[in-house]
């Protein structure tokens, strides 16, 4: 919350508050890539889903 008081919520990175809490650009690197798996198995098992459902088995939207 101080760097958002100190530069504004619209001027502040997100480096600046991993910073300021202790993250390393290693640990966002490791992070961010590690959420991107995580995403992308999910997609994958709602496409194993749909690929294997009856049609009748899929709510509409």
Known sequence: ???FA???YYHTTTAQV????GISQYQRGVDARALEASWARIAESFCQVIATASPDGLERG
């Open 6 to 8: 100190e530069t504004g």
């Open 18 to 21: 991993a910073q300021r809490g």
């Open 1 to 3: 919350m101080e760097v």
